[in-house]
């Protein structure tokens, strides 16, 4: 017989009275937030689609922006932070005819006026429009003002508007494969940028403003 005061128990008894329960294991519940959510739901559409296209233009056409309170909200956003954003008196949003313009300001005279076209803009997008059209009003005051630098440095205008946007980091550098007249090259951006560090003063007469340099 044994001395043990446990002898009388069978196991299952023993396990039922004596045994410490094994706690049930919770596992932590995983919260998904929306952006992953809808990241999840973009890679389903896309595969059921056969495609990485449909991801990418259904992300787009989620962040866009369509109305035209919330286009402008962002132009002058971009406006605001810009280093030639004071050359701008407004932006306004319209529609604009031709297709292939996404933006305009006016000149002869310049009144500073933004004009954006009223359609789904990506943000980025048009942060380098808002970008580039600060640097066709950056062109009006350089050859509206007694400057001894030439005018753009011989760049076209759509070039030097676009090395703007490059030089605000909105916009990447060309290759030389693009066929556009919006397009900057490297050495497009290069006298873009000599131009502007020989500006000692800009004047914008839109404005009633000059403003020192450097």
């Known amino acids: ?17 004596f045994a410490t329960p094994i706690p049930e294991h919770r596992f932590r519940r995983f919260r998904v937030n929306g952006w992953m959510k809808l990241l999840g739901l973009l890679v389903a559409v896309g595969l059921m689609a056969g495609s990485v296209t449909v991801i990418v233009d259904q992300f787009r056409n989620f962040r866009s922006l369509n109305e035209a309170g919330e286009i402008r909200d962002r132009a002058l956003e971009r406006i605001e932070v810009s280093q030639w954003g004071w050359l ?7 529609s604009i005819p031709e297709p292939e313009i996404g933006g305009r ?13 009223l359609r789904a803009w990506d943000p980025e997008r048009l942060d380098a429009l808002v970008d580039h059209e600060l640097g066709h009003l950056l062109d009006f005051a350089i050859s509206s003002s007694d400057q001894v630098t030439p005018r753009r ?11 703007a946007a490059v030089a605000a980091e909105t916009r990447r550098v060309d290759t030389s494969t693009v066929e556009s007249e919006y397009h900057c090259y490297d050495e497009e951006l290069t006298t873009f940028v000599d ?6 003063e800009v004047c914008a007469e839109w404005v009633g403003e000059c403003r020192q340099l450097g």
């Open 153 to 163: 440095g011989g760049l076209e205008s759509e070039a030097w508007a676009e090395c």
């Open 88 to 94: 701008a008196t407004d932006v306004r949003i319209d």
């Open 195 to 200: 131009v502007v560090g020989d500006l000692t």
């Open 105 to 117: 300001v006016l000149n002869n005279p310049p009144d500073g006026v933004v004009f954006v076209d």
């Open 1 to 17: 017989m044994s001395d043990s005061p446990f002898a009388d128990f069978t196991e299952e008894e023993f396990d039922e009275y």
